[in-house]
């Protein structure tokens, strides 16, 4: 076959003309010694140039987005007078193009631009594909590295203050997001199981000065006025802002026995030979907030249980970690939302006040600790939370410790003795209730700290909320279903809102008068 001549005046002539070249330069390598990796080096360059050009040639033969004699704006005054080839651009993956369309203007007020809004432009010039691939890595990466990345894998070049600002862009559609109508598949996946857990902690990220909370500024400040007194410890102290950490998952009731969860849970980790097999969760939804305040957080995940289970089908157990702050909260919000919840406290808090308490009993590397804790764990499984707290009292008084020396005892036991009600940990393995969650302390790592605490890392409050927005969009499974969401809220924002109607028409435009639609 004859090959296919592409005149300048066809589409993609330009496309046309660098994919012979390209084809050429190749042909006349296949007798060289080039390497696979110099080959793959220049197509990665004039290859990406090609899609390029195949971008502009689709747009140049697309029409400017005349769509009649005049447009409507938003704000009721018909714009008349228009202008052909008014240009603009963007940043694409494969570099940057230009778009020349129709703008229609009337005297006083702004432009506006049908073709901008049939491609949905973005606003800050970088498409939303370019938007999506910098969002993702910014889940992972530093801005920094994402910066370098885009420079290395696309033909655009970012600076740090680019890629902050498309993340910000990137991270405000996520509550609107998820205040959508619950999908059917995962309601009946929520419905399908007997319990819905909930669960809340908190993790520390270190922040810049400004972005702390009033009272964690003015000890920075006041201390800033001290004179310096140590090295690290004293660096690191009132740096912190404490990020919300909320999770939610339907699951099943595990059937298990005080004597397997004590060796689960047991420091010596004896785990039995043939354990039954724990259920999965399914549907697990995490999130974490450092702007919005607990109560919010808390209020937010109780409408999202609503959301999933409005008939309330489900028994709602709750997890807490003993907080009285965050336990009042979650009684308040269950309250106003009309649901009865079982709360728990979650097995691992307790786990860690009666290693406090035998670090005083034992010494250093004792060996007999950790079968001493394995053995108050059991104690508490099988519902003896008062006597274990009167004989650690008990001891600590026969062995005439000091207030400082007994002070982990009285953190322990003053720690169990006010959460009787919720170590009810008989009745909870007798209905089937969790004792304890890998979901949430495993949300705190990977959410956050793996994330927050990279090397060197400070972080603005805007920041540090859009990061943590968008790691958990992808967390959840849920980044290119949010990415779809986001590229339409975008387009009623920048597009849609300039205009009186958008018509079902590709011109998304009330025609005022004459024309076609473009």
């Not at 793959?40 to 697309?62: F, I, K, S």
């Not at 129709?102 to 006083?108: D, F, K, L, P, V």
């Amino acid at each position: 076959m004859e090959a296919q001549v592409v005149t300048i005046d066809q589409p993609f002539h330009s496309a046309y003309e660098k994919f012979i070249e390209i084809t050429d330069h190749l042909r006349s390598e296949m007798a060289g010694d080039k390497t696979h990796s110099a080959i793959e080096a220049y197509l990665e360059t004039d290859g990406r140039e090609l899609l390029r050009l195949l971008v502009q040639d689709h747009l140049d033969h697309q029409g400017s987005g005349r769509v009649g004699d005049a447009v409507c704006g938003s704000d009721g005054v018909v714009r008349s007078h228009k202008r052909d080839d008014m240009e603009t651009g963007y940043k694409s993956v494969f570099g940057a193009v230009r778009v020349a369309r129709t703008g229609y203007s009337q005297r006083g007020v702004a432009n506006v631009f049908p073709r901008d809004a049939q491609l949905n432009l973005p606003a800050r010039g970088y498409s939303h594909r370019l938007q999506k691939r910098v969002a993702a890595k910014a889940a992972k990466m530093s801005f920094d590295e994402v910066a370098k990345d885009s420079d290395t894998e696309t033909a655009v070049r970012l600076g740090k203050r680019q890629v902050e600002q498309i993340v910000y862009d990137a991270a405000q559609d996520f509550d609107a997001f998820y205040a959508q109508p619950c999908s059917p598949t995962l309601q009946q996946s929520a419905q399908a199981k007997p319990m819905q857990v909930l669960t809340f902690d908190s993790k520390g990220v270190v922040m810049r000065k400004e972005a702390l909370r009033e009272a964690t500024r003015k000890k920075v400040e006041a201390r800033a006025q001290q004179a310096p007194c140590g090295f690290a410890r004293q660096a690191k102290s009132n740096r912190t802002r404490m990020a919300t950490v909320a999770g939610i998952y339907p699951i099943d009731r595990p059937i298990r026995s005080p004597h397997t969860v004590a060796r689960q849970f047991a420091p010596l980790r004896l785990v039995p030979s043939n354990p039954p097999l724990a259920p999965k969760p399914v549907g697990k939804k995490r999130w974490a907030s450092l702007q919005k305040p607990m109560k919010t957080v808390i209020e937010t995940t109780c409408a999202e249980g609503l959301r999933r289970d409005p008939e309330q089908q489900a028994e709602w157990v709750v997890l807490v970690d003993g907080d009285a702050t965050q336990i009042d909260y979650i009684k308040k919000a269950a309250q106003a939302q009309g649901v009865s919840v079982v709360m728990i406290l979650d097995i691992i808090h307790a786990l860690e006040y009666l290693w406090k308490a035998a670090k005083v009993r034992f010494a250093l590397d004792d060996p007999q600790a950790a079968p001493w804790v394995a053995e108050q764990i059991e104690r508490l499984l099988h519902g003896q939370v008062r006597p274990l707290v009167r004989s650690l009292r008990r001891w600590a008084t026969v062995q005439g410790l000091s207030p400082k020396q007994r002070e982990p005892i009285d953190q322990c036991t003053t720690y169990l003795a006010n959460h009787v009600p919720s170590l009810n940990y008989p009745d909870s393995l007798a209905k089937g209730y969790p004792l304890a969650t890998g979901v949430i302390e495993g949300a705190c790592r990977y959410l956050v700290k793996d994330r927050m605490e990279i090397t060197g890392a400070r972080w603005g409050l805007e920041g540090g909320e859009a990061v943590l927005k968008l790691r958990a969009l992808v967390i959840n499974g849920d980044f290119d279903a949010y990415w779809t969401f986001h590229e339409t809220q975008e387009y009623q924002r920048n597009h849609q809102a300039k205009f009186a109607e958008m018509p079902p028409a590709r011109a998304h435009l009330k025609l005022v008068s004459g024309g076609k639609n473009g």
